[in-house]
């Protein structure tokens, strides 16, 4: 019969053989230049990266701490210097509609320069504008003008004034203007003189007076149709002379742009706008008094002078040289990712215009690479439907969250979309990436690359090699003291403690930096030149010291007996099970007292705790487990009839996980045999229906929270640890453990089946059976198979009485009804 086997101290933890580290320090390993064991994620974002169609850009799914965002930036960095530098993006002034600012495409590196080269034009023109109306030359023109309308004004009114005066009448003024009145020698006459005139005189001057105001009136409308006509010969030469004085000022600003047809476009319409508008644009002058516009790096808005819609705001410029961009956006908000169009507050009213709008993070990425953190851009309202909405359509088109939501109607703009052509690299769990790929029916359609990032590599010389320049890297990135051999030996160990597995690494290299940091702080603090071993120990202690006060009050109040688990000692139906507690990055293995009660009945297994509803769903699956070993193993030939309750005493918190099946049928199967279990031994594994011994999560951390309540007690040499043999290669115990085993004085042992183990935890065989079925009466199994038989003896027993006694009550019934003589 198999037995179970006990594990020598070497196999309890995996040390790192320090000959394999061929170096005194790591000051002499060369920097690291790969991302550790993540070659596959490392070919999808080469291959996301380098695919131009639409729709593949890249999540990047991995754990935090797996450094899954240097890795992205350096492996994209790496592309995008080789790329070309993607074009500036400017919006200015739409002519045609105000509200929707055109957006103009120049190389990069020439928007700066159009903007610049645009202010300096407008101090230009806003100087002409001064100048040019002050000159001999346009004074002259301009009276020449207004002198032939008032000389051709004057001779008209004069020749009418005269043509009065011979009929008698004269000009005068009143509040509506020019009035024709009757005189008498040169004077107006005076209203007495004209109610002296008879009848006949009267009618005559007024039909006189009425023809000679009709005269005035065509006189006064040819005059105002003139002076509007002088007006506009005026504004003509106003424009004229504004155009042959900008001619040569736009003349330089067509050539340098004069590749740039979208650029020449706006070019033309700002010139002509200058002379269309040329006496707006003297009046502000004259308000300025002719202080030149100077240029900014970002345009000053609302508009307050005319000559500011002639600005360029420069919505995104690029560097010629510097290959294409790579952004990262901490804050994904439907601002940051497509733009915004501020306000400002003017008179109680918020006004804006074409240079207040500011540039997002895709309108910055566009032509390169955007990181964004999925989560981040999950939570921020709207953002994520913007986001695909850019990338399904390849452009952007400024959104705001104040649009989605807007409940009062304010000015604002419709800046014309800019196309789009970025790849968008999206970071996040993998539990984030299953979530989107099962309810978001667009997501793998823009979304068809995973680069998904491992949190474990196998443990190889080229693995330690990377390790150990991991930690010099740090060291020399940090301008922090370097590490002995020793000392990157003990912080691989960490990693392969960290990985919870003998043959893996865990990449969480961020809990290595951190090591790495908390190490040197120690050894600093030591005085040590290099960080050495004990200093790398002082460090993981410290970490467990800051994080183990609950543990250490749950273990007191183990030990005082408050909780009762026993370490030494046997009992029937008593096991000691092993749990988990996770309380933040800290994992405590506890130690707790389970109990079993059989005794005769149909009910099978009651869990207490199932019934009290303080189970998972797991653990429910578990303890059906147990009646699916009972009936295989003892229930061939004759039916398995019992009543058995379990329990984890003082236990009140929900219980998960099938890891303590096998120890709640451990103490079945020791309650039904009346064997005792060794109280000092701790049993962890799940089992299934045929007896097999699976494997468990945590199992270090269980064997050293028992161990920690033996040494608390003192240690007897007799206790120890059941553990599934499937978990030896996840054994990485406390150095305190492995000294203590390989002083025989605590002991852990591996097992494959629940005979293995029962035989571990009693001291008596489990048992064979014969070709009948039947086990030797002295084994465990023969024992609950004579207590099973016993049972169903008794079961028989009782239904045999029951069904005389209701025999005997249905002939007493019968009796009775018998009619009497």
Not at 706 to 721: A, I, S, W, Y
Request: aromatic content about 6%; charged content about 25%.
């Amino acid at each position: 019969m198999a037995k179970g086997k006990e594990l020598k101290p070497r196999s309890l933890r995996w040390r790192c053989p320090v000959g394999k580290l061929r170096f005194k320090h790591t000051g002499d390993l060369p920097e690291l230049e790969l991302p550790i064991g993540q070659e596959r994620a490392l070919a999808a974002l080469d291959f996301g990266a380098g695919v131009q169609t639409q729709g593949y850009n890249i999540f990047v799914a991995g754990p935090v701490g797996t450094g899954r965002h240097d890795m992205t930036r350096s492996q994209l960095a790496e592309r995008a210097q080789k790329m070309p530098a993607p074009d500036d993006w400017c919006y200015v002034y739409n002519f045609d509609d105000p509200r929707r600012p055109r957006a103009l495409r120049l190389p990069a590196g020439m928007g700066i320069a159009l903007r610049d080269d645009m202010a300096r034009t407008l101090g230009d023109v806003q100087q002409v504008l001064t100048t040019v109306f002050e000159t001999d030359d346009y004074n002259d023109k301009r009276d020449e003008i207004v002198k032939e309308f008032r000389d051709a004004r004057n001779r008209e009114l004069q020749a009418f004034e005269n043509e009065a005066q011979e009929r008698g009448f004269a000009l005068g003024r009143s509040p509506a203007g020019l009035i024709v009145a009757p005189a008498v020698d040169g004077e107006v006459m005076t209203p007495q003189q004209y109610g002296e005139l008879s009848d006949e005189d009267r009618q005559k001057l007024d039909a006189t007076r009425e023809e000679l105001q009709q005269k005035l009136g065509d006189i006064m409308r040819r005059g105002q149709r003139d002076e509007k006509e002088t007006r506009d010969r005026v504004r003509r030469l106003d424009q004229q002379v504004v155009a042959e004085a900008l001619q040569p000022i736009f003349d330089d600003l067509r050539q340098k742009y004069a590749a740039m047809p979208d650029v020449l476009g706006f070019l033309e319409r700002v010139a002509r706008d200058i002379v269309e508008n040329v006496g707006a644009l003297r009046r502000a002058a004259d308000e300025e008094d002719g202080n030149p516009i100077q240029p900014t790096s970002h345009p000053p808005g609302p508009s307050r002078h005319p000559l500011d819609r002639y600005k360029v705001n420069v919505l995104v410029s690029n560097d010629p040289q510097a290959g294409a961009p790579i952004v990262f956006e901490p804050n994904p908000t439907i601002d940051k990712l497509t733009g915004e169009v501020e306000h400002q507050a003017q008179m109680g009213a918020l006004v804006t215009d074409f240079t207040l709008i500011n540039a997002g993070a895709l309108h910055r990425a566009n032509g390169g690479f955007l990181i964004v953190e999925a989560l981040q851009v999950l939570l921020r309202p709207f953002a994520w439907e913007a986001l695909k909405r850019a990338l399904t359509n390849r452009e952007v088109r400024i959104e705001s969250l104040s649009d989605q939501m807007r409940f009062i109607s304010t000015t604002t703009l419709e800046p014309e979309p800019i196309p789009l052509d970025v790849k968008v690299a999206l970071i996040g769990n993998p539990f984030i990436y299953y979530l989107l790929c099962a309810y978001d029916e667009e997501f793998l359609k823009l979304f068809k690359v995973q680069a998904d990032l491992s949190s474990e590599i196998e443990v190889t010389d080229g693995a330690l090699a990377q390790y150990a320049q991991f930690v010099g890297h740090i060291c020399r990135q940090d301008g922090l003291p370097h590490f002995s051999r020793a000392a990157v030996a003990r912080v691989i160990e960490h990693g392969v403690e960290l990985a919870g597995d003998q043959a893996k690494l865990s990449t969480r290299l961020m809990d290595v930096a951190d090591l790495t940091h908390e190490a040197v702080y120690w050894a600093q603090k030591a005085g040590h030149e290099l960080v050495e071993t004990e200093d790398v120990e002082k460090a993981i202690q410290q970490r467990i010291y800051r994080s183990n006060r609950i543990e250490e009050r749950i273990f007191e109040v183990l030990n005082e007996g408050t909780i009762m688990v026993d370490t030494t000692g046997e009992a029937v139906g008593q096991v000691n099970g092993l749990s988990v507690v996770t309380l933040g990055d800290y994992m405590i293995g506890r130690p707790s007292r389970l109990t079993c009660q059989t005794s005769i009945g149909r009910s099978g297994v009651i869990q207490i705790d199932r019934e009290a509803k303080l189970t998972g769903r797991i653990h429910d699956k578990g303890v059906l487990t147990l009646q699916g070993f009972m009936g295989g193993r003892f229930g061939q030939k004759e039916p398995v009839q019992f009543t058995a309750t379990i329990s984890f005493e003082q236990l009140y918190s929900e219980l998960e996980g099938d890891s303590a099946s096998s120890t709640e049928l451990y103490a079945l199967l020791s309650s039904l045999a009346g064997v005792p279990i060794k109280q000092g031994i701790a049993v962890t594994g799940s089992v299934n229906q045929r007896g097999e011994v699976q494997a468990i999560g945590g199992v270090s951390r269980k064997i050293d929270g028992f161990f920690k309540l033996c040494q608390m007690r003192g240690l007897t040499g007799e206790q120890g640890v059941v553990i599934p043999a499937a978990n030896e290669r996840h054994l990485m115990v406390r150095q305190e453990v492995v000294d203590a085993c390989a002083a025989g004085l605590f002991h852990v042992w591996s097992v494959r089946t629940i005979e293995e183990g029962i035989e571990v935890l009693t001291g008596v065989p489990a048992g064979k059976p014969d070709r009948d079925g039947n086990y030797p009466p002295d084994t465990v199994f023969g024992k609950v198979q004579a207590r099973l038989r016993a049972i169903a003896e008794a079961l028989r027993a009782a239904g045999n009485s029951e069904r005389e006694d209701k025999t005997g009550a249905r002939r007493d019934s019968g009796d009775e009804a018998q009619p009497r003589g």
